[in-house]
T-cell receptor
């Protein structure tokens, strides 16, 4: 199993550009989430999904869109990039099984917005 | 808003010593989890403790949970240089399986050889 994969690993955007961060998992997990990590801030939840076709907002959703058309994929779209969105983005997945609990994280995408 | 707050923010110890990290939180939880992050990498799940549990062990890790004080501690025994990393506590307040974790800001642990 590849686990959770994210592409690209690095990206530089200009203010106002749009892009999609890709996330895929091969563990058949129902739950998927996007976090951003900023220095001294820990991880903050952007959007999450409890299954295909179902998404909801997290703590910091403004400026981001998500969709979940399949169980495997959960892309994050930046609509109009701003310097405040410079961050490291992590995708995570977890099982709906209440006996499980761990979230499995991808390696991250380091985004710089100029 | 941060649900979990770790303490201390940074910890430096000698190899072989024990490392104790603390986490406090504000509201009722379903479970509390600890994660490790090596520099430039994603987070790795270490251990989960449910709200009805008081102590749990996994290898060199021991985690305790005191729901009356809304606090948890992670003990790493006989530390190794490879334990050098950032450690995060995360709380799950969802009623079902975890889908929304709230992370603290993390503790930077340095283990000197």
């Amino acid at each position: 199993n590849a686990g959770v994969t994210q592409t690209p690993k690095f990206q530089v955007l200009k203010t106002g550009q749009s892009m999609t961060l890709q996330c895929a998992q091969d563990m058949n997990h129902e739950y998927m989430s996007w976090y951003r990590q900023d220095p001294g801030m820990g991880l903050r939840l952007i959007h999450y999904s409890v299954g295909a076709g179902i998404t909801d907002q997290g703590e910091v959703p403004n400026g981001y869109n998500v969709s979940r058309s399949t169980t495997e994929d959960f892309p994050l779209r930046l609509l109009s990039a701003a310097p405040s969105q410079t961050s490291v983005y992590f995708c995570a997945s977890s099982s709906r099984d209440a006996t499980q609990g761990a979230q499995y994280f991808g390696p991250g995408t380091r985004l710089t917005v100029l | 808003s941060q649900q979990g707050e770790e303490d201390p923010q940074a910890l430096s110890i000698q190899e072989g010593e024990n490392a104790t990290m603390n986490c406090s939180y504000k509201t009722s939880i379903n479970n509390l989890q600890w994660y490790r992050q090596n520099s430039g990498r994603g987070l790795v799940h270490l251990i989960l403790i449910r709200s009805n549990e008081r102590e749990k062990h996994s290898g060199r890790l021991r985690v305790t949970l005191d729901t009356s004080k809304k606090s948890s501690s992670l003990l790493i025994t006989a530390s190794r240089a490879a334990d050098t990393a950032s450690y995060f506590c995360a709380t799950d307040r969802s009623t079902g399986a975890n889908s929304k974790l709230t992370f603290g800001k993390g503790i930077t642990l340095s283990v000197r050889p």
